[in-house]
């Protein structure tokens, strides 16, 4: 099973701020099958991009998600006050599919 | 969107099944996942079932006590937990995925906490 170790636990930020998140894995994830959600308290996970790089629909582009093989970034450029929230990465690449740990990013 | 059910409490040793209402696209065209999410924890994936197949892949950690069955019928899936203890209390999510075996999951039901206590 890939392991997940997103870092770090907690970001503390003002809006504004760029933020970067990062994730790395035990294993190389193939084909770049990476994906990371947003949630804030009391709602379902959001999906936020897809396939290490691609937004999902109506994300907007302040948000940016890097990275191949076993380190992954999500970037986002100017913190909205909607963005303060939980990400998860997720990988999805042939040996299976884990969640990391999550980042919450808070004021 | 899916539409899950409501909240529910068991007692250990019990059983719970939660439902998932598909709606506005294919119901047969994409899988269903459960995922969970304990208190104040991170999320939890539990297994999938391909809606078009009826073929089922479940977490080395419930496998034996869970299974998933959907009814194309009425678009809905559907999870049920056997031998419950507090380890099960979660929040419960289903979600939508396209690719099989492992995919991303674009749309997620509102979540079914279920309770476990005595």
């Known amino acids: 099973e890939i392991v997940l170790t997103q870092s770090p636990g907690t970001l503390s930020l003002s809006p504004g701020e760029r933020a970067t998140l990062s994730c790395r894995a035990s294993q190389g994830v193939g084909s770049s099958s990476f994906a990371w959600y947003q949630q804030k308290p009391g709602q379902a996970p959001r999906l936020l991009m897809y396939d290490a790089s691609s937004r999902a629909t109506g994300i907007p582009d302040r948000f940016t998600g890097r990275g191949s093989g076993t380190d992954f970034t999500l970037t986002i450029s100017r913190l909205e006050p909607e963005d303060f929230a939980v990400y998860y990465c997720q990988q999805y690449g042939s040996s299976g599919l884990t969640f990391g740990g999550g980042t919450k990013v808070e004021f | 969107q899916l539409v899950q059910s409501g909240a529910e409490v068991r007692k250990p040793g019990a059983s719970v099944k939660v439902s998932c209402k598909a709606s506005?696209?294919?119901?047969?065209?994409?899988?269903i996942t459960w995922v969970r999410q304990a208190p104040g924890q991170g999320l939890e994936w539990l297994g999938w079932?391909?809606?078009?197949?009826?073929?089922?892949k479940y977490a080395q950690k419930v496998q034996g006590r869970v299974s998933m069955t959907t009814d194309t019928s009425t678009s809905m899936a559907y999870m049920e937990l056997r031998s419950l203890s507090s380890d099960d209390t979660a929040v419960y999510y289903c979600?939508?995925?396209?690719?099989?075996?492992?995919?991303?999951?674009?749309?997620w039901g509102q979540g079914t906490l279920v309770t476990v206590s005595s």
């Open positions: 979600a939508r995925f396209y690719d099989y075996p492992w995919d991303y999951f674009d749309y």
């Open positions: 506005g696209y294919s119901f047969i065209s994409y899988g």
């Open positions: 079932i391909s809606v078009n197949s009826g073929n089922t």
